[in-house]
């Protein structure tokens, strides 16, 4: 409850304060001599030396944006003139225009930080009393409702349980970005529904994210945004892709993302939660929904996420970022437009020769064996492939090059029908030397466990066929 003062004294205390309980005799002498409302946070009975306001709801402390206690403020016509917190002779006589204050006690000592600034508190006292300014629609739930039941009710869910997003949840996760909540991103698919970050939040909240996931929620959301990656067909195709997220820069290592052990699994909340987000951001603001537009014959676990860091740690290897345009050092994501993993196993190739020839065989596989410059693909090489690579002095350009090279086949054995296979290029390109893909068509990362020669393919999606109007997207995160 906030008391209207015209001209006096606040202060606002807790018992559990050493330097408020010292100077609980001081409050009186106030009290005695100047109009004083004094609001206690956590005993109505204190200080035993004047009738205290009960602030355990801390409303009134919120309203004053108190950070320590105690504080004394000074009020003149209605307004704050002065304040003053902890204990200082000087700056108290100064403040109340009293002299020979606390007389006896030590000239100054520091207080307590405030119950309204404790861990976790301010985020609620600001969703509770705080003038919030969110545009999206509140859904208010009875009293026995089921919070995360009711998010599968309306939908908002890719069929596991959502965080609810309360006001609390969205302001914290705002905080992750220096970006204001009515910025807007762009137009979400396939509705081109406008989403603002505020919108991102609440997203972001429900897929489990914590405020330092933002920036790159946010800008991995830009990208798919980009007319380039072609989102809406992604969205809308009957193939098994969507977006597959790669992290490159130090924002990996300080939001804890995995590229190592398990890096394409389970198990790591921010490698899991922000591709989730993503994928809710498409489904719940664009209105991108299985059975609807997602016209998935099959689809595949990354509609639910697919999102891992590259492993940056061999000085020797140029990550993924860097390779297409970023510079080094700084953080960005790569969207490819991708499938489910294949897997790939060779453990007894021990020069690269043996294993470019080994990976041109599983790469070739990609969609079909006869199926050319169709798809584009993602090799995620873990660290004993790359050893060996890396060993006889090739990198990333070399490795790059080397494997295109191996896939490189006659025309006659790929066309349409060759080998008694309907599915093929087309039978005029029969005289041909065909490349399996682009030459940009192939992405390399680095990634994984350091103990077993296992590297996995992720194949593209089938819109790769037309090069320059569908492409994996790479952009610089921002704050």
């Not at 003149?76 to 902890?86: D, H, L, P, Q, S």
């Not at 970006?179 to 909240?205: C, F, Q, Y």
């Not at 410059?373 to 990198?395: C, K, M, Q, S």
């Not at 109007?469 to 790479?474: A, C, G, L, N, W």
Request: with cysteine; charged share 25%; glycine share 10%.
């Amino acid at each position: 409850m906030n008391v209207k003062l015209q001209d006096g004294i606040l202060i606002f205390a807790k018992r559990e304060c050493e330097t408020c309980q010292m100077v609980e005799h001081v409050i009186g002498q106030i009290a005695d001599k100047i109009p004083t409302v004094v609001y206690t946070q956590d005993d109505p009975s204190f200080p035993s030396t004047v009738s205290a306001l009960d602030d355990s709801s801390l409303e009134s402390s919120f309203a004053f944006d108190v950070e320590a206690v105690p504080t004394v403020v000074r009020m003149r016509e209605g307004k704050e003139v002065a304040r003053t917190f902890g204990w200082s002779r000087a700056d108290w006589e100064k403040l109340t225009g009293l002299e020979g204050l606390g007389e006896g006690l030590p000239e100054m000592r520091p207080g307590c930080g405030s119950k309204s600034r404790e861990p976790g508190v301010y985020d609620v006292l600001r969703a509770k009393y705080g003038k919030l300014d969110f545009k999206s629609r509140q859904i208010r739930l009875g009293e026995w409702d089921d919070e995360i039941e009711a998010c599968f009710d309306r939908g908002w869910s890719d069929g596991l349980p959502v965080v609810p997003p309360t006001d609390v949840r969205i302001l914290r996760m705002l905080e992750g970005t220096s970006r204001k909540p009515d910025e807007i991103i762009g137009a979400v698919p396939p509705n081109l529904s406008p989403i603002t970050v505020e919108k991102v939040a609440v997203n972001a909240v429900m897929a489990g994210c914590r405020p330092e996931y933002m920036p790159v929620v946010l800008t991995a959301l830009e990208a798919a945004l980009d007319p380039l990656f072609t989102m809406h067909g992604l969205l809308c195709t009957t193939c098994f892709s969507s977006p597959i997220i790669v992290v490159n820069g130090p924002v990996a290592r300080e939001i804890g993302m995995n590229s190592g052990i398990n890096c394409l699994g389970q198990g790591n909340r921010a490698n899991a939660t922000i591709g989730r987000a993503l994928q809710l951001i498409i489904r719940n603001v664009g209105g991108g929904r299985p059975g609807e537009l997602d016209r998935a014959v099959l689809g595949g676990p990354g509609k639910y996420t697919f999102c891992f860091a590259e492993d940056e740690s061999d000085p020797t290897w140029m990550p993924l970022s860097v390779a297409r345009g970023i510079e080094p050092g700084k953080n960005a994501v790569t969207l490819f437009q991708g499938d489910g993993i294949q897997g790939f196993i060779d453990q007894r190739s021990r020069t690269p020769e043996q294993l470019t020839k080994s990976l041109a065989m599983s790469l070739l596989a990609v969609g079909h064996h006869k199926l050319c410059e169709f798809t584009n693909a993602l090799l995620v090489l873990v660290p004993e492939h790359y050893a060996i690579f890396r060993e006889a002095g090739w990198d990333r350009g070399r490795i790059t090059e080397e494997l295109h090279t191996a896939m490189v086949r006659p025309g006659k054995d790929v066309i349409q029908g060759a080998h008694g296979v309907g599915e093929g290029v087309d039978p005029r390109r029969a005289d041909e030397m065909v490349n399996k893909f682009w030459p940009e068509g192939l992405l390399i990362v680095q990634a994984g466990g350091q103990a077993g020669l296992f590297s996995a393919i992720c194949a593209g999606w089938t819109g790769g066929r037309f090069r320059n109007e569908s492409k994996p997207v790479t952009m610089e995160i921002t704050t």
